[in-house]
């Protein structure tokens, strides 16, 4: 399939996104009622392989994967209007010992990749005629989805309101042609699209995460919390990652110390030493997006009494939203995420993109397998 479904042009690609990034919620989580998580069992290894430059050893084993309903809790210390219902039910996934970079990909690294490679990303490259054969003319322009405050209070109940289509955004220029990286090195790279990514990630000798690789990392081998540092959003008054403070989507009051995208590891890492695994930008896994994947996971697995190993994803998207648009998986939030809107920093809810939509968001960050797999 092309860049998305839909002939209208690149501005169609903002919707598509936003729904991905719509997902609200509102209420707490601590005080739900009992848990159906189970301890995580971390694989015991005797000598710990030696990770790579910037990665980790993430030793693998078996967990218990996805989210309580944040708004059944009662309690206080997270909030949301959205039940998260694609985040259950919860299930035990083994995944294998892998390597994780500690950080998101930065601007510097990118650079690295581009100079290298002469790579274009999908935001820099203008949409074609065959692509969007019904689009108007001046919508077939190279740009990206850049994030707007509004002047004042709005429903949260439309992102268009604060989502726009800016020609000339891409990664060089996060907030549309006026805007640049420059003194921004360690700041994540956004503006990529799944492709992208991947490319990078080719390049590096590395890959994209699993989805369950990806949770299995973010919550460092603690099981059943609500964020990947424990149970409370802000523990002891702190600010443990770059969220959104403030009325959304007007002012960031940038309490945690940003307002706006952070560099990388300005926060606490989590215990396997990963840094921003919530908040600060969004991350691509390598799944596809289905609403209905962990039930379908959690059934087969049932059926077959064994936990299901090392899940791959669907071979197809799902978003009752948009059932046709090709989307991939996004994980941990991003600094827009609030407790009055989006609570997707909790380390178990999921997120998710049309493959060919970027945003000023939106990053990534890779894994490495411990041995290169037999050619
Ligand atoms: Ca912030
Ligand atoms: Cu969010």
């Known amino acids: 399939m092309g860049r998305q479904s839909e002939n209208k042009g690149r501005k169609a690609r903002l919707p598509e996104l936003l729904l991905a990034l719509s997902a609200l919620a509102f209420l707490p989580c601590q005080a739900m009622a009992e848990s159906a998580f189970q301890p995580t069992l971390t694989n015991q290894i005797e000598k710990q392989p030696k990770a790579p430059p910037g990665m980790v050893f993430i ?16 309690g206080t210390s997270c909030s949301g209007s959205d039940p998260m219902k694609d985040a259950r039910p919860l299930h035990r996934v083994y995944v294998s010992g892998f390597f994780m970079d500690k950080t998101e990909v930065t601007n510097e690294q990118f650079e690295k990749f581009v100079k290298a490679t002469g790579y274009k990303t999908v935001a820099e490259t203008k949409p074609s005629r065959e692509e969007f054969p019904n689009a108007p003319e001046e919508n077939l322009v190279a740009g990206s989805t850049v994030f707007t405050p509004t002047p004042g209070a709005v429903p949260l109940n439309n992102f268009l309101r604060w989502w726009r289509y800016e020609k000339g955004a891409d990664w060089r220029h996060p907030q549309g042609p006026k805007s640049s990286i420059k003194g921004r090195s360690r700041y994540p790279v956004v503006q990529i699209a799944y492709p992208d990514a991947e490319a ?22 603690l099981s059943g919390e609500t964020y990947a540092w424990g149970s409370e959003l802000n523990p002891q008054g702190r600010y443990m990652a770059n969220y959104w403070q403030g009325q959304f989507p007007v002012k960031d009051t940038g309490l945690d110390g940003f307002a706006g995208m952070a560099p990388v590891a300005k926060f606490p890492p989590n215990k396997y030493g990963l840094y921003d ?4 930008v969004w991350e691509w896994c390598s799944d596809w997006y289905r609403a209905d994947y962990y039930q379908k996971l959690a059934a087969a697995a049932e059926e077959k009494k064994e ?44 997120g998710k993109g049309e493959i060919n939509t970027a945003a000023d968001h939106l990053g990534f960050r890779c894994v490495k397998d411990l041995q290169e797999k037999a050619k």
């Open 307 to 350: 936990v299901v190993k090392n899940p791959q994803g669907p071979e197809q998207a799902w978003d009752p939203h948009e059932p046709r648009v090709a989307k991939r998986v996004h994980r941990g939030g991003s600094f827009l995420c609030s407790d009055q809107y989006c609570t997707r920093y909790m380390v178990g809810t999921r």
């Open 200 to 221: 990078y990630a080719k390049w590096a000798g590395k890959r994209l995460p699993t989805e369950a690789e990806w949770e299995f990392a973010a919550r460092g081998g």
């Open 59 to 74: 030793p693998g084993g078996e967990f218990s994967m996805g989210s309580l309903d944040p708004t059944s809790g009662g």
């Open 277 to 280: 695994v919530a908040g600060n």
